[in-house]
T-cell receptor
């Protein structure tokens, strides 16, 4: 089975800190995604990547950046964390030819105090 | 731009009753449609998908959905639910025949199955 691993299940940070969320997939998928999940809002796309060193903005990229230096790893960066970035962050991956199916990690619950 | 509307935020239902979770989408181009399920304290997993062909799609755990292009809907149904179906269900859409592989999700419907 495809495995998408997010480095932390729970994370607590202070306002203004720089935060790194890491995601690794083990199935050689070309596509990787970062979503945030908030009650009543569903999942909203932050950034995605089709290939190494390639990135595209999603629907809510403000306050975030990403890095994809290796195919298996996709990092989400909060340059200066704010309280409104408290959320569940979900990483996902998919194959370019894999019938559109996304494989999700178990999520990182980030609290910014 | 594409968008997804899930009309019901919560659906309570008794065990063994039928259920329908509603999903409508808006897009000016052809789309692919999906339902994902998130069980309590677990990650999201694919329930079923429509890419092309038959408009009635069968998924895991006895769920099915019907693609209705004229009504831009993709409602999820199960004829008899179990307690174990209690979860949050997300409808999602992506553009067909383009390079964009990112999904746009609805706000989710929490299915609460009661004994």
């Amino acid at each position: 089975d495809v495995k998408v691993t997010q480095s932390s299940r729970y994370l607590v940070k202070r306002t203004g800190e720089k935060v790194f969320l890491e995601c690794v997939q083990d199935m050689d998928h070309e596509n990787m995604f970062w979503y945030r999940q908030d009650p009543g809002l569903g999942l909203r796309l932050i950034y995605f990547s089709y290939d190494v060193k390639m990135k595209e903005k999603g629907d809510i990229p403000e306050g975030y950046s990403v890095s994809r230096e290796k195919k298996e790893r996709f990092s989400l960066i909060l340059e200066s964390a704010s309280t409104n970035q408290t959320s569940m962050y979900l990483c996902a991956s998919s194959s370019r030819t894999g019938n559109e199916k996304l494989f999700f990690g178990s999520g990182t619950q980030l609290s910014v105090l | 731009a594409q968008s997804v509307t899930q009309l019901d935020s919560q659906v309570p239902v008794f065990e063994e009753a039928p259920v329908e979770l509603r999903c409508n989408y808006s897009s000016s181009v052809s789309v692919y449609l999906f339902w994902y399920v998130q069980y309590p304290n677990q990650g999201l997993q694919l329930l079923l998908k429509y890419l092309s062909g038959s408009t009635l799609v069968k998924g895991i755990n006895g769920f099915e959905a019907e693609f209705n292009k004229s009504q831009t809907s993709f409602h999820l149904r199960k004829p008899s639910v179990h307690i174990s179906d209690t979860a949050e269900y997300f409808c999602a859409v992506s553009y067909a025949n383009t390079g964009r592989r990112a999904l746009t999700f609805g706000s989710g419907t929490r299915l609460q199955v009661q004994p």
